[in-house]
């Protein structure tokens, strides 16, 4: 039982490339969630998604999209990346909308 | 709309001292309360949390916190501090039902020796 996975662990982008970051979770959680983390400002929603085939917006989304394609997997992606975007990523599942676990991070860094 | 408060970028304590973790709430309906304590480069854990049931809720690793609707704080507490409790710990509000969780900006805690 791996938990919640992120993939990849790092990255470096240029300013304007595209990226896709992965999270998958083997515990059946119906509820999943992206979050930037940025020093002094906490862990910020970007989206989120109640179920396999919807998402919604958090309190960050612009410039990211999502998708939820398979109820195991929340995919976050950037389609062109701006020096503002440089953050930890934390993707989290819930099953039942209560307590969310979390997994490693993935940190990115644009030029 | 909710928020949270954590008054400390930074607590330092000494091994063997008391914790206390500072976190003030605000929410416009009866609130679930979380504590998440996250190491270096690692993800968060819950540490423990507060659905309306008792007021007074223990954790894992010995801490707990005590929800008072009153002073609308959900402070962390420890009675012995150990060097392996140094890590960052967030605070978080959601309410009933599904959670979209507000996180505070968290708290550094240093233990020194």
């Known amino acids: 039982n791996a938990g919640v996975t992120q993939t990849p662990k790092f990255r470096v982008l240029k300013t304007g490339q595209s990226m896709t970051l992965l999270c998958a979770q083997d515990?059946?959680?119906?509820?999943m969630y992206w979050y930037r983390q940025d020093p002094g400002m906490g862990l910020r929603l970007i989206h989120y998604?109640?179920?396999?085939?919807?998402?919604a917006k958090g309190e960050v989304p612009d410039g990211y999209n999502v998708s939820r394609l398979k109820k195991q997997n929340f995919l976050l992606g950037l389609e062109s990346a701006a020096p503002s975007q440089t953050s930890v990523y934390f993707c989290?599942?819930?099953?039942?909308?209560?307590?969310?676990?979390f997994g490693p991070g993935t940190r990115l860094t644009v030029l | 709309a909710q928020s949270v408060t954590q008054l400390g970028s930074h607590v330092s304590v000494s091994e063997g001292a008391l914790v206390l973790l500072r976190c003030n709430y605000s929410?416009?309906?009866?609130?679930?309360l979380f504590w998440y304590v996250q190491y270096p480069n690692q993800g968060l854990q819950l540490l423990l949390k507060?659905?309306?049931?008792?007021?007074l809720v223990k954790g894992i690793n010995g801490f707990e916190a005590e929800f008072k609707k009153s002073e609308t704080s959900f402070h962390l507490t420890k009675p012995s501090a150990h060097m392996s409790d140094a890590a960052e710990y967030f605070c978080?509000?959601?309410?009933?039902?599904?959670?979209?969780?507000?996180f505070g900006t968290g708290t550094r805690l240093l233990v020194s020796p």
């Open positions: 978080a509000v959601g309410n009933t039902g599904f959670q979209k969780l507000v």
């Open positions: 929410s416009s309906v009866p609130p679930y």
């Open positions: 515990m059946n959680h119906e509820y």
């Open positions: 507060y659905t309306s049931a008792a007021t």
């Open positions: 989290a599942s819930s099953r039942d909308g209560d307590t969310q676990y």
């Open positions: 998604s109640v179920g396999e085939g919807t998402t």
